[in-house]
Structures are given as C-alpha cells and as structure tokens.
C-alpha cells in the first residue's frame, strides 16, 4: 500500500477505492452562538437539528429563524441519526491539508426529513449507492471538536 493515503485501499489503477476512516484530521472551527448546542450535542456524541415549533418543520444548517415559515420559535432535538444517501461526489482532492483525499462527501435525507452534507465512511467507494441506508458516527477532531460522519447502516 505505498503510496497511498492513511485509511484508503488502493485501486488497480493507482487510486485508492475504499474509504474506511474519516477525512479531517485537522480543522480550525470557530462555533458561534447559534451553533454551539450543535457542536457540545456532537461531543456527547448525538446529532441535533433545530426544530420550529410553529409549522413543526426540522431544519438545518443553524439559522436564527426557521426557512419555511420565518419563525423564529425553535428548539434543538435530537434525531435518530439514521438516514438514507441522497446524493454524494467522490472528491479527489482535498480542499484543504486538513481532509485526506479520496473522500466521500454526501446527502443524507434523514428519516425526520431534513437533510445534512457531511462525509460518508467505512466502505469501498464502489459501494456507495444513492439509497442507501446510512447511520450517523462521531469522529473526535481534537478534544474540542467533534463532527457527525455516516457509515452504512448496521443491520
């Protein structure tokens, strides 16, 4: 396996192929106020979304107000960290040192109904299908940061 990245399987053709430990090994996060009960839920190791108490939507990326109806009484709660592979790209090149390529960066439709991009892990690349049965993992950055990745489900 000379030549290859850490935690990668290399291909026939010289490209690794499988995707088996998580891309960021480094990252300078900054959370805001707005943000924070995201980041200390992962470091516990569970995933929250926001939740408008007025048309009862899930929603994230953290806003101040809710997108559907611009409410702006919301809570966060946890969710099952199960979902399904919406879409995903295989990326070749790392947008930064702190992410070792090939990774997966993908979709996931959660089965409360909202939708979050992070990194898909623990299987050849081949194997990533769009459909897919997927399960959130935590993968501790640094003692300060944690970030929810996917893996396929467990059955």
Not at 35 to 48: C, G, I, N, S
Not at 82 to 99: C, E, I, N, Q, W
Not at 107 to 115: N, R, S
Request: glycine letters at 6%.
């Amino acid at each position: 396996m000379s030549g290859s990245a850490a935690g990668t399987i290399p291909a026939k053709h010289g490209r690794p192929r499988a995707v088996l430990e998580p891309p960021l090994t480094a990252y300078a996060l900054k959370p805001t106020p707005l943000t924070q009960p995201f980041w200390d839920a992962a470091r516990e190791r569970r995933l929250v979304v926001q939740h408008c108490r007025t048309c009862s939507k899930k929603f994230f990326r953290p806003e101040i107000a809710c997108p559907h109806c611009r409410a702006r009484d919301w809570e966060w709660v946890e969710s099952t960290g199960k979902g399904t592979l919406y879409s995903f790209a295989v990326m070749h090149r790392a947008p930064s040192p702190a992410f070792k390529a090939p990774f997966i960066f993908a979709a996931i439709e959660m089965d409360e109904g909202w939708v979050l991009f992070s990194n898909l892990i623990g299987l050849e690349i081949e194997e990533a299908e769009i459909g897919m049965e997927v399960e959130v993992c935590f993968h501790a950055v640094s003692d300060e940061l944690t970030v929810p990745l996917f893996r396929p489900a467990r059955r």
